[in-house]
């Protein structure tokens, strides 16, 4: 005897609605893999934007602080060679 699951009566077989609803299921889990994807995408995207923002300002910093170190050194320099050109000029008036 032949089991109507596989060979049913004229109408929807078991098996053919078995096969649609796996069907819409793998299509449904497809979708939300996609859904997924597009989010965590744009959480990349969003995290990079803010990193490379980040980054600039920091590079912007750095380069401000590098300035003010030179100009520091130099006006140390200026400084240390007023002081040296008086130390020799002061015992030299003497």
Not at 43 to 50: K, T
Request: cysteine-free; aromatic content about 2%.
């Amino acid at each position: 005897m032949r089991s109507p699951a596989r060979h049913g009566p004229p109408g929807k077989p078991k098996k053919f609605e078995t096969s649609l609803s796996r069907t819409e299921k793998i299509k449904r889990h497809k979708r939300q893999i996609e859904r997924k994807r597009s989010v965590v995408e744009a959480q990349i995207a969003a995290l990079r934007a803010g990193y490379e923002a980040e980054e600039e300002e920091l590079k912007k910093n750095i380069t401000e602080m590098e300035a003010r170190e030179k100009a520091a050194a130099q006006q140390r320099a200026r400084i240390a060679s007023l002081r040296k050109a008086d130390k020799e000029g002061g015992h030299a008036k003497k």
